[in-house]
């Protein structure tokens, strides 16, 4: 029994585990299913901590769940709280920090000396060290933590969490608890949707289903099995009915498009779920928070609330910031009884639900469409089954046979979640600040990865891309006679295309941009555009810009082909430019959203990123002339619907009135 919010909290034996162990001022890792209680832990590691007055560091996967976690604990522990995430500052000295985990690494990596107030970090969804994209993150914060800091790791179901924790033993030589729990307190029933019948449980469906190849699906009716075709082909529609009669809802609806999370909510908006009284409030809360957040004349705020006066909503990261949180809040309320959503929902803070259901069971993995993967799978799923409300959680899956073979389905039920490998692929800015601490020894620091752990050997793919890497900064010149040059330092501060944007530096170019141009680089550094949108016109300034950082582009690439590089520098894309020119002109949001074929959403993530690559500048060995420009387009550009911070700065203020 703990005291958490003024209440005694029961705990599970494994929650008891960890506590003790985190009481021994060991670091602990935490292997659970979804749903079974982890943030508890971190929630009492960090009221134990702040009465010690030791620092204690948590750091979240993206950005939107930083700024959950902020709002949450800040409610729990008022005025000991901050948040550093790159899009906002608030409180950095606080006890308490929250921030993404590059902001982490990057501080252990340049900074290391302002963590030493700080004794514990907790790691969430420690898993992400698999992801592809950004699991180097993790490791790299991994290998470098400070000596007096411990770790509390949380993540889903890891199947080889001692090989993992080994390592970590290894390389810092302190006491590592594993904690495992297989046990869920609200069990999982899983059923599915195929051929216009709802079907109890996998054996049951592959004997109607998948049982016989050369007729079609079969049916069971009085005892009798009919071909599917005879019934009509499955509706999402039907599966929100069916889940409304049985009691079911609330529910989370995950789909793997953003057009397709709208067009279900609009299904199924006729079907309408909330009592009169219901219907009242919701409308009246949801017209009270877009007045609060200046949200009244938004388009696809007015659009929603139609599907809100329904307890209908989709949520996904092509909305405004401002208007998901609208409606997590209005879910929290149950006032919405299913919301259709994209994948990284499954990452949210306290959204859990009666039911989920998953539009497909594949998805697109890079390059390959293919069956979920079974973590990825439970993470969604993991959602259903609200611990002290609900006996037991439901998951739907839609089935086609056409689509999945019965053997991909059966992957997803019977196989163990994968282990999580390493994906230790060094940046340039990584290896520049590695360099000036280790010098040429740097390619020893391979040695200290979970990659070199794993492989068992002193060889390794990721070792020779360090070092294709080290020898690029080397010829390039980023690196003379062991040290980092002017131009070194520069790229050492940029965490994302850092050689263009160092060579464009090294020429000269930065210093001659004007503010708007300065703008137009820094979004163009961040932007991808959609596969087959039409590149439009561009005016001649963006021609010029575009010729300059294409020709250096071609040149960086060049030198990473000849030394084996497997992932080039990301180009240049300049799809966005007359965005940009007109928002630093002062043109509202609203006027600029008409001529763009992109969400809200996704131009709010652009220009935010491009501020972060500006304030990143900032710390470079820029001229005092170049730097001001910068300051002047950070001001242009962080206005409004942009500022990250004054937006949550708004969101705390409102959920404490």
Same mark, same amino acid.
């Given at each position: 029994?703990?005291?958490?919010?003024?209440?005694?909290?029961?705990?599970?034996?494994?929650?008891?585990?960890?506590?003790?162990?985190?009481?021994?001022?060991?670091?602990?890792?935490?292997?659970?299913?979804?749903?079974?209680? +982890?943030?508890?832990?971190?929630?009492?590691?960090?009221?134990?901590?702040?009465?010690?007055? %030791?620092?204690?560091?948590?750091?979240?996967?993206?950005?939107?769940?930083?700024?959950?976690?902020?709002?949450?604990?800040? @409610?729990?522990?008022?005025?000991?709280?901050?948040?550093?995430?790159?899009?906002?500052?608030?409180?950095?000295?606080? *006890?308490?920090?929250?921030?993404?985990?590059?902001?982490?690494?990057?501080?252990?990596?340049?900074?290391?000396?302002?963590?030493?107030?700080?004794?514990?970090?907790?790691?969430?969804?420690?898993?992400?060290?698999?992801?592809?994209?950004?699991?180097?993150?993790?490791?790299? $914060?991994?290998?470098?933590?400070?000596?007096?800091?411990?770790?509390?790791?949380?993540?889903?179901?890891? *199947?080889?969490?001692?090989?993992?924790?080994?390592?970590?033993?290894?390389?810092?030589?302190?006491?590592?608890?594993?904690?495992?729990?297989?046990?869920?307190?609200?069990?999982?029933?899983?059923?599915?949707?195929?051929?216009?019948?709802?079907?109890?449980?996998?054996?049951?469906?592959?004997?109607?289903?998948?049982?016989?190849?050369?007729?079609?699906?079969?049916?069971?009716?009085?005892? /009798?099995?009919?071909?599917?075709?005879?019934?009509?082909?499955?509706?999402?529609?039907?599966?929100?009915?069916?889940?409304?009669?049985?009691?079911?809802?609330?529910?989370?609806?995950?789909?793997?498009?953003?057009?397709?999370?709208?067009?279900?909510?609009?299904?199924?908006?006729?079907?309408?779920?909330?009592?009169?009284?219901?219907?009242?409030?919701?409308?009246?809360?949801?017209?009270?928070?877009?007045?609060?957040?200046?949200?009244?004349?938004?388009?696809?705020?007015?659009?929603?609330?139609?599907?809100?006066? +329904?307890?209908?909503?989709?949520?996904?990261?092509?909305?405004? *910031?401002?208007?998901?949180?609208?409606?997590?809040?209005?879910?929290?309320?149950?006032?919405?009884?299913?919301?259709?959503?994209?994948?990284?929902?499954?990452?949210?803070?306290?959204?859990?639900?009666?039911?989920?259901?998953?539009?497909?069971?594949?998805?697109?993995?890079?390059?390959?469409?293919?069956?979920?993967?079974? @973590?990825?799978?439970?993470?969604?799923?993991?959602?259903?089954?609200? %611990?002290?409300? &609900?006996?037991?959680?439901?998951?739907?899956?839609?089935?086609?046979? #056409?689509?999945?073979?019965?053997? /991909?389905?059966?992957?997803?039920?019977?196989?163990?979640?994968?282990?999580? %490998?390493? %994906?230790?692929?060094?940046?340039?800015?990584?290896?520049?600040?590695?360099?000036?601490?280790?010098?040429?020894?740097?390619?020893?620091?391979? #040695?200290?990865?979970?990659?070199?752990?794993?492989? +068992?050997?002193?060889?390794?793919?990721?070792?020779?891309?360090?070092?294709?890497?080290?020898?690029?900064?080397?010829?390039?010149?980023?690196?003379?006679?062991?040290?980092?040059?002017?131009?070194?330092?520069?790229?050492?501060?940029?965490?994302?295309?850092?050689?263009?944007?160092?060579?464009?530096?090294?020429?000269?170019?930065?210093?001659?941009?004007?503010?708007?141009?300065?703008?137009?680089?820094?979004?163009?550094?961040?932007?991808?555009?959609?596969?087959?949108?039409?590149?439009?016109?561009?005016?001649?300034?963006?021609?010029?810009?575009?010729?300059?950082?294409?020709?250096?582009?071609?040149?960086?690439?060049?030198?990473?082909?000849?030394?084996?590089?497997?992932? !080039?520098?990301?180009? !240049?894309?300049?799809?966005? $430019?007359?965005?940009?020119?007109?928002?630093?002109?002062?043109?509202?949001? &609203?006027?600029?959203?008409?001529?763009?074929?992109?969400?809200?959403?996704?131009?709010?993530?652009?220009? @935010?990123? $491009?501020?972060?690559?500006? #304030?990143?500048?900032?710390?470079?060995?820029? $001229?005092?002339?170049?730097?001001?420009?910068?300051?002047?387009?950070?001001?242009?550009?962080? #206005?409004?619907?942009?500022?990250?911070?004054?937006?949550?700065?708004?969101?705390?203020?409102?959920?404490?009135?």
């Amino acid at each position: 029994m703990i005291d958490l919010e003024g209440k005694d909290i029961k705990l599970d034996k494994f929650q008891e585990d960890a506590i003790a162990a985190v009481e021994a001022d060991q670091s602990v890792l935490v292997s659970a299913p979804t749903g079974t209680g +982890k943030t508890l832990i971190a929630e009492y590691l960090i009221k134990d901590s702040l009465t010690r007055e %030791r620092g204690v560091i948590y750091t979240a996967p993206i950005k939107a769940l930083s700024n959950q976690k902020y709002r949450e604990f800040e @409610r729990l522990f008022p005025g000991k709280v901050g948040i550093i995430t790159g899009d906002v500052n608030i409180n950095p000295h606080a *006890p308490l920090l929250i921030m993404t985990t590059e902001i982490f690494r990057n501080k252990v990596l340049e900074f290391a000396t302002t963590l030493d107030e700080h004794n514990w970090i907790i790691f969430d969804e420690i898993h992400y060290l698999d992801n592809v994209e950004r699991g180097t993150v993790w490791e790299e $914060s991994l290998i470098f933590l400070p000596q007096q800091m411990r770790f509390l790791g949380l993540s889903a179901t890891i *199947p080889n969490v001692d090989q993992f924790a080994n390592w970590l033993r290894k390389i810092h030589r302190h006491p590592i608890t594993v904690i495992k729990e297989t046990n869920r307190p609200v069990p999982l029933h899983f059923l599915f949707q195929c051929g216009g019948a709802i079907y109890e449980d996998l054996e049951t469906l592959k004997n109607f289903v998948y049982s016989d190849r050369k007729t079609l699906y079969y049916k069971k009716a009085n005892n /009798e099995l009919f071909p599917v075709a005879l019934y009509g082909e499955d509706h999402a529609v039907d599966l929100i009915k069916h889940l409304a009669e049985k009691d079911r809802l609330p529910c989370i609806y995950f789909s793997f498009s953003r057009k397709r999370c709208e067009n279900l909510a609009e299904e199924a908006r006729p079907i309408g779920f909330l009592t009169e009284d219901e219907r009242l409030e919701v409308l009246e809360l949801y017209d009270t928070f877009c007045m609060q957040y200046n949200l009244e004349g938004e388009e696809r705020a007015q659009n929603v609330r139609n599907l809100v006066a +329904k307890g209908v909503a989709y949520h996904h990261a092509g909305i405004h *910031p401002m208007l998901k949180e609208i409606l997590e809040r209005l879910f929290t309320r149950k006032l919405i009884k299913i919301i259709f959503v994209t994948e990284t929902f499954a990452l949210g803070v306290n959204m859990p639900a009666r039911t989920v259901v998953l539009d497909e069971v594949k998805k697109s993995y890079g390059r390959f469409y293919r069956a979920l993967k079974v @973590r990825d799978f439970f993470q969604m799923a993991g959602r259903s089954g609200r %611990r002290g409300i &609900d006996t037991e959680g439901f998951v739907y899956s839609r089935i086609n046979p #056409r689509a999945v073979s019965y053997r /991909e389905l059966e992957s997803i039920f019977v196989n163990s979640p994968e282990i999580i %490998r390493s %994906r230790f692929n060094a940046s340039y800015a990584t290896i520049l600040n590695l360099y000036e601490t280790y010098g040429d020894a740097l390619p020893d620091i391979y #040695r200290r990865s979970f990659s070199c752990f794993q492989e +068992k050997s002193r060889g390794g793919r990721q070792l020779e891309q360090m070092t294709a890497r080290l020898n690029i900064l080397k010829h390039l010149g980023y690196i003379h006679e062991n040290q980092l040059t002017e131009k070194g330092h520069f790229a050492k501060k940029m965490h994302g295309n850092e050689l263009p944007l160092a060579e464009l530096f090294g020429y000269g170019v930065l210093e001659d941009l004007s503010l708007k141009q300065l703008g137009i680089l820094a979004l163009a550094a961040v932007f991808e555009p959609r596969p087959g949108v039409k590149k439009p016109k561009f005016s001649e300034d963006v021609k010029k810009l575009e010729r300059i950082t294409t020709q250096v582009v071609k040149g960086i690439h060049r030198f990473e082909k000849k030394m084996g590089v497997t992932y !080039f520098s990301k180009k !240049f894309y300049y799809g966005l $430019s007359a965005s940009i020119i007109e928002w630093m002109e002062e043109k509202s949001f &609203d006027k600029l959203m008409e001529n763009l074929q992109i969400d809200e959403g996704e131009l709010i993530r652009y220009y @935010r990123m $491009s501020l972060q690559i500006l #304030r990143e500048m900032l710390e470079t060995p820029a $001229s005092d002339e170049l730097k001001e420009k910068i300051h002047h387009a950070i001001q242009l550009i962080n #206005r409004e619907v942009v500022d990250a911070e004054a937006q949550l700065r708004k969101s705390v203020d409102l959920a404490d009135a």
